[in-house]
């Protein structure tokens, strides 16, 4: 029997309920969790699709948040000012809203980001080769710094969507970087000065690397190619630039999102996550944290939760375009959170359960093999050590599904 339109938003509802395993809005608000304008206002439209949801305003995503219980915004510039308001009087009139807006609703902005990617004037990227392109960017950069502080954020994000080229040979990729830096660096000069004015401390500045899309070729494609870049001496103010690496963006290209974020940590520069989950080698789906891979988030925060990492996790995903405005409200953003609060609380378990510690603690302790001379004697005393590499990961399969607590099926 078909479902009458009216009955369409009681059934997914009811059906809502009927699947359990929600948190109530003072849980969620007890992680760091922020939910961006950008993904809540996305209307499901794409290179080859229409739009299927209708526009949402800051003011009903920052109330719809605050009823969940997520704790924090972030945004585009762009998303909540029209190009042609920035740096006007009309900005700081949109501004005094979303403050407003945020207070009302008990949720704080943690983050700002600068749109360098969308509008033609960056065809070319920020980094173009006209002057009066590279002055834009920069006064650009430097303006969201001033959006930040007045909304209260700790950080600031870029993502250079448009650094690359679609034909090669026609930029100079040295010169490219070091005009990039330029603007960084000049966000970062402003922010020095309007921290001082405002007696807050700087931002963190932190770069997102994507593999491709939407050139052809990136000239900073992965997390590593931006630490690269930090510490090549371009930046004035290195110290105050880190990474924001997405999930789904390293996946892309093929790389273990545990191991990139890694290496981000042991250079000091892991500040900020954007999470989400998709398919390796495909383009850049977005969907919700778990819903593809979710033992390997498992991993994923297993890996943060050992390093004590106490940053922002920030929904960076697309609600899909078969889900309504409303569903984006009740099912998508509530059920995003559920389930990485779930694996992360999974995780806390993994890292104190004791067949893995005693696992991995034989592991590190080894065979009794040491100051053997030879290469067969030292492999026969781990050998049967090394099984407890598979046990481990079964056992984290274990973990995922409460097979540990007795879930089996006769």
Known sequence: MPIARDQQIPLVDRL???????YSPDVRRKYFISGPQWAYAYEGHALFHAPTREPVPFEEVIRALGEIGI??????????????????????EIVARIGAALKSNGVRCSMVT?????????AASSAAEAPEVREYS??????????????????????????GYMIQGAIDETQTLRWFADGINAACERDIIVAKERG????????????????????????????AFISSGLLTHPEMV?????????????AACRAALARAMLCGKLWHFDIN??????????????????????????????????????????????????GVFKISFPTAVDRFITLWEIAGEAIDDPVIKQATDALKAGGGASGADSADDIFAANRELLSLHELIAHRLFQILIGQHKGRIFG
């Open 16 to 22: 809502s309920e009927l699947s359990g395993g929600s």
């Open 200 to 227: 807050r401390d700087t931002l963190k500045h932190c770069l997102e690397a994507k593999p491709f899309e939407p050139v052809s070729q990136i000239i900073l494609p992965t997390s590593d190619a931006m630490l």
């Open 277 to 326: 989950d998709g398919y390796p080698l495909k383009h850049d789906v977005d969907l919700g944290v778990g819903l593809v891979n979710p033992l390997d988030w498992l991993n994923v925060l297993i890996l943060l939760r050992s390093h004590n990492y106490e940053g922002p996790f920030n929904l960076d995903f697309k609600p899909p375009r078969t889900t309504s405005n409303h």
């Open 114 to 122: 600068c749109e360098t990617f969308h509008h033609p004037v960056f």
């Open 71 to 92: 704790p924090c915004w972030a945004t585009h510039d762009t998303d909540v000012i029209p190009t042609n308001d920035l740096m006007t009087d009309r900005q700081t």
């Open 242 to 254: 880190g990474l924001n690496p997405e999930y789904l963006h390293e996946l892309m290209w093929g």
């Open 138 to 163: 920069a006064r650009r950069l430097s303006n969201v710094v001033d959006i930040g502080h007045e909304l209260g954020a700790n950080f600031a994000v870029y993502w250079p969507g448009t650094l």
